[in-house]
């Protein structure tokens, strides 16, 4: 059984050609990969790799970690700037007993080392972006504009899962913020006995309940792919609410050893991509916890 999955319609391209690449025999991990790295290289998509939107200093500052869940090892990078696919060196620093999670100029330092192609991630309409919001100074910055962090998910023939995900992080962000998203347990999770999980949004808000390995540790319980993600998800925002605030900006993945799939969201409309068996294709959950395949004419105007 082969079965891969991934946040936003942005993912569906690479999505169907990993999934390719897995019923070919290739491993989880390259499979992960290469989802991750056609989000990256696309400048249409704002939130990741070239053509991610900047912080408040201008500059493109990239988080990316992978996870292999036969090792439980894991690598990543934390506010890197120039590297041209993230999750490569994500990857490379994955299996490391230490020096596996490096940030800034380490980050980029290793990058050259290995090897590793460099390049400016602004492009003329993200500098665009940025000078507007420059003028306006936005009070409240938020999520899932323009979209949010790539998340892949991945399970081979072996029976392998792997985690990669990779992000500019939240557009005008102070320099040096971090988000869930390279945290290993909140951004990402993969193990191989029990099930991988990740999670897009908001992620000061992710990192509150650790969202990935809630969701894995419930799968370790018996849960489904979607009961885990709704039940961690549910308990968040419940919390969060008897603390005065709302439920938030929240999307979370996951997949089952066995290949099944699930997600769970706080949005009215939470596009993933997602294949296990079949070809590959698109789908949606919403608040409720409908999660229906859905045509990508569907989803105009949503990424």
Known sequence: MTAIIGTWKMCLDGLREAHELLQAGACAGDAVVHAVTRVEDNPAYCSVGYGGLPDWDGHVMTDAAFMDGATLRMGGIISAENIKNPILAARLLCGRETNCLLAGRGAELFAVRHG???????????????????????????????????????????????????????????PGRVGDSPVIGSGFYADDRFGAAAATGLGEDIMRGCLSYEVVSRMKRGQSPKEACEEALRELSARKME?????????????????????????????????????????????????????????????
């Open 243 to 303: 603390l005065g605030e709302d439920a938030g900006s929240i999307s979370l993945i996951a997949l089952a050893p066995d290949g099944r799939f699930g997600a769970a969201t706080t949005l009215p409309c939470f596009p993933f991509a997602a294949a296990s068996g079949g070809p590959a294709g698109l789908y949606a959950a919403d608040l409720h916890g409908t999660v229906r395949s859905v045509r990508p004419e569907e989803l105009d105007g949503v990424d």
């Open 116 to 174: 590793l192609s460099m390049r400016d991630m602004r492009t003329e309409e993200s500098m665009k972006r940025w000078r507007e919001a420059v003028r306006e100074r936005p009070e409240r910055l938020t999520a899932y504009t323009g979209h949010d962090t790539v998340c892949v998910l991945g399970l081979d023939d072996a029976g392998h899962l792997a985690a990669g995900v990779s992000t500019s992080g939240l557009f005008m962000k102070d």
